[in-house]
């Protein structure tokens, strides 16, 4: 019996591939749906009740308005309830838990193949959107002691750091925002960062008075122009630019030092990675890489960003090319125009 085609296959359940899930329910196309965790799973490991940069209309997907109580900028929880409830609304099917693990072209076809908690599947389809995201793992220091258990690169929960000593090691959104909500959580605060000084336009604009307040009346103590050189159990070595070395005490640290992209299913369709980004080559116009039939959307079209300027708010018109590219379909036009300004959320 010969496999069944989709016509298209999309990878990934965050907000533009869940956005572009429903517009190809909308279409009627017949289409299969994955991603290796659980919807929106990017945006669950934030820190309890971290809120977005960007308002409310830009991060609202398929024409669902966001929709928060006090009328301010969602939090985790919301954003996360708002992408269940889309997926409700639309009674859009995921395949959750389910990986990707091959993607391959083959006589005009894609070949996927997945991994469950039951095994191995195939899959087939004439055209594949990879919206698989920017920060599939963290950006490692390389540094002695960096897998040891008191260190983490991800920033769960404050309460975790009740009068405990932190070093927080990074100067953008994550750290700033990790430094402020453990200092209120109790903790002993320490940060750390390689460059000078911090760089304000990409942090959120409510948190720097504070953390420069904290910062000048010492309750934060901070080393710009530091980096790690190795971790122990009782703390870290810094080293200044000067080429100074200290220890600093420490029962946490957390390197928030940002994020890499997973490039396996773009090298192993054939797709051309360019720059220091590594970000795959594709037509602005149509959202297509390289390799015909292969399309990237959301984030994952900047590779692993060092500076974050590609987030949920500019990649919307993502789903109207897209579906106009793969299926000649104009989709409801849902798109909020973004400054280009760097506002990230990580």
């Known amino acids: 019996m010969s496999q069944h085609v989709y016509d298209a296959a999309i990878v990934g359940a965050g907000p533009i591939g869940i ?50 109580p006090e009328q301010g900028k969602a939090t985790r929880e919301q954003y996360l309830a708002y992408l269940r409830s889309v997926v409700e609304q639309f009674d859009l099917t995921i395949n959750t838990y389910e990986p990707v693990t091959d993607l391959v072209r083959r006589d005009g076809y894609f070949d996927l193949a997945t991994h469950t908690s039951a095994g191995s ?17 963290p950006r490692m220091l390389g540094v002695p002691g960096e897998d040891l258990p008191h260190v983490s690169h991800y920033f769960r929960d404050p309460h975790e750091y009740f009068r405990k000593r932190v070093l927080i ?48 009346t010492g309750r934060i103590q ?25 220890e600093v005490a ?38 297509q890489t390289n390799i015909p039939g292969l399309y990237v959307a959301g984030t994952a079209i900047g590779g692993t960003q060092e500076r974050y300027t590609i987030f949920i708010e500019n990649c919307h018109e993502h789903v109207e090319k897209i579906m106009r590219s793969m299926f000649h379909v104009e989709s409801e036009r849902h798109v909020v125009v973004a400054d280009t300004a760097e506002m990230p959320e990580s």
């Open 121 to 137: 599947r195939q899959w087939r389809a004439r055209n594949v959107a990879l919206c698989t995201g920017g920060t599939d793992r």
């Open 250 to 287: 420490a029962d946490f640290l957390l390197l928030l030092t940002g994020y890499e992209q997973d490039m396996t299913l773009l090298r192993n369709a054939g797709v051309e990675l360019s720059g220091p980004c590594l970000a795959p080559r594709y037509d602005p116009t149509t959202m």
């Open 19 to 68: 956005e572009l899930a429903v517009a190809m329910h909308k279409a009627g196309i017949d289409y299969v749906h994955f991603d290796a965790k659980q919807i929106g799973y990017t945006v669950s490991w934030y820190a309890p009740q971290t809120r977005f940069f960007s308002s409310n209309e830009r991060i609202a997907i398929a024409g669902v308005p966001l929709i928060t």
């Open 222 to 246: 901070s080393y710009f122009g530091s980096c790690v050189t190795h971790i122990s159990p009782a703390g870290a070595r810094l080293r200044l630019t000067d080429g100074t070395e200290f």
């Open 169 to 216: 090691v990074g100067g953008r959104n994550s750290a700033v925002e990790a430094a402020l909500r453990c200092h209120h959580a109790g903790a002993r605060v320490t940060l750390s960062y390689r460059r000078p000084q911090l760089v304000e336009q990409g942090i959120k604009y409510w948190l720097m008075p504070e953390l420069r307040s904290l910062m000048n």
